[in-house]
């Protein structure tokens, strides 16, 4: 007989997005920390909200969740690095949109979102999450039926070539460990599919790995996660290190704040756990902690042909295949 | 017999909308250049851009439009006065939801949206537009059905009672003229309902008149709309005039870039009218010029009690009836 998830099992999922909470926020505390004292100015901590599910829509009735965000960093202009594990019920036209049957869930995950300063050094999105459909609403109840979905994307405002056969290399070989559960081609072309902006006909950035609505083999399907979750740090922080010392122009830095006016709009107008959460009641704030800080919107603004910004935009036209590259 | 309208009537609309585009564009080049004189600085004008239907997603099959955008002004930091006139054939999902059964339909209107640079000035945006459902595609086809849509709402960043009432009354004495097909209070509270961030439970700014789907008595429903975008710069300017030439501090420009986010949650997750130009292949930068310059994002902020920032965060929670006020 194959494993059967239980509620101990859910535990273990969960306990997983709280330790990797931990050692990322303090990984990416580090690399603030080395850059501000470079610069002689004060180093950025993610300040910490803890909140417990009263929510305004009666959808979540337990659990909560431990929101970090880190804001003014030296390098690390706005981040946050956020786990929550609540109980509930879902709303009957959501419902029918995912496998199972019964009405009663527990979802626990962890979402990160990294918008650095400096304009060389990119911004990173990762986060890996389980949803479970429970028989009865208490907690220890039943699992009916659960699946894993998460995934991680670099979105990068000059382009290296280096930098993108690195991230995606780095989940690629992840990936590659667990070839009974995943197919690393498969997650990363429906990364390229799930981050893209119909209405500017442009990906959000150079992709990485999108996997959603895993319900077969649980147990290995964690071990991925687990795996995908502690490569994070080792496919990002490099990047960072690289880019952090580099000087940049101020003409890169606008090129930057338009670009990430691209962020807003793909979380606002197409990102379904954004949505989700602002119809459902969620903290507002925590799922908004994923906007930059400074962002700009001018009008019909054009790279000029040949430039490296307009080397960008032809990539994020044409997504790549990086592993390959 | 009542009234019938043709094509011809349909010319005379557009027409006032393309008028209407000289007056407003010109009357605010003239205060820009005003402010610009007083700060020594250059005026910005508008820049004017026309483009034809080429849209790729075969909905919109002729006419086209004329933005008209102004950028990094010494008053105005970013606007656009947008007018456009389109045949087409609505999608089938969208046509159900509208008056009148034909798919062929033609829409003209003019769409504006100011952002001050200057944070004690409010930003504002109108429009005015109709609908019509013809019985075939070709140019001079019969009318089968029409309807006018409109308002005019002020977000201001910093709350002066008088400016509210000056920007609600203008409006009110134009509903009053036309008590036959519109009613104030009506108009009112449709506006504040309509610019209403679900998701914050907060109003985007203090309102206006707001108007739709009027399909009775068409020719009065054009003399309204004529005087309603005839008393926009009346409306808007002399509370422009008030507050440029007062002096803001940092903090307050700041409370601005934090409250355009605000703006801009609106527009990309409610506007009925984005994300129907986002979804049917629309000129995105003619859309998207309603989005302010600079923006920001900053975690949890919250203004101090009793702070003008926490009055008017009072006022978006709770509509004021300003004509009574």
Chains 1, 2 share one sequence.
Request: overall charge negative; charged content about 25%.
């Amino acid at each position: 007989m194959p494993f059967q998830p239980d509620f101990a099992f859910l535990d273990k999922a969960s306990d997983f997005f709280h330790t990797l909470q931990d050692t990322i926020t303090t990984g990416l505390e580090e690399v603030e920390s080395e850059f501000a004292a470079k610069k002689s100015s004060e180093a950025a901590v993610f300040h910490q909200d803890l909140w417990d599910h009263g929510d305004s829509s009666g959808i979540i009735t337990g659990g909560g969740g431990r929101t970090r965000v880190i804001q003014n960093g030296a390098l690390l202009e706005k981040g946050g690095v956020n786990v929550s594990d609540v109980m509930g019920t879902f709303p009957e036209d959501f419902a029918s949109t995912m496998p199972g049957s019964s009405p009663h869930f527990r979802a626990s995950g962890i979402s990160l979102v990294i918008h650095p300063f400096h304009p060389l050094v990119p911004t990173v999105h990762a986060n890996f999450r389980f949803i479970a459909r429970l028989r009865a609403p208490e907690t220890g109840a039943d699992v009916e039926s659960m699946w894993f979905g998460g995934g991680a994307d670099l979105t990068p405002y000059y382009l290296y070539k280096e930098d993108a056969i690195h991230f995606h290399t780095t989940f690629q070989e992840v990936c590659d460990k667990h070839r009974d559960v995943v197919d690393y081609q498969e997650l990363k072309e429906h990364c390229d599919r799930y981050f893209y902006l119909k209405h500017r006909g442009e990906s959000r950035g150079i992709g990485g790995i999108f996997y959603d609505y895993k319900q077969d083999m649980p147990e290995r399907m964690l071990e991925f996660t687990r795996d995908a979750g502690s490569a994070f740090l080792n496919s990002y922080v490099p990047i960072v290190r690289r880019r952090m010392i580099e000087d940049y122009t101020a003409q890169q830095k606008e090129f930057q704040l338009w670009r990430r006016g691209r962020y807003v709009e793909f979380n606002l107008i197409y990102d379904r756990g954004t949505l989700f959460g602002l119809k459902t009641g969620g903290r507002i704030e925590s799922i908004l902690m994923s906007l930059p800080m400074h962002v700009m919107w001018k009008y019909d603004y054009n790279p000029d042909p040949g430039s490296p910004e307009a080397a960008l935009l032809e990539v994020l036209k044409n997504p790549v295949d990086w592993h390959k590259a």
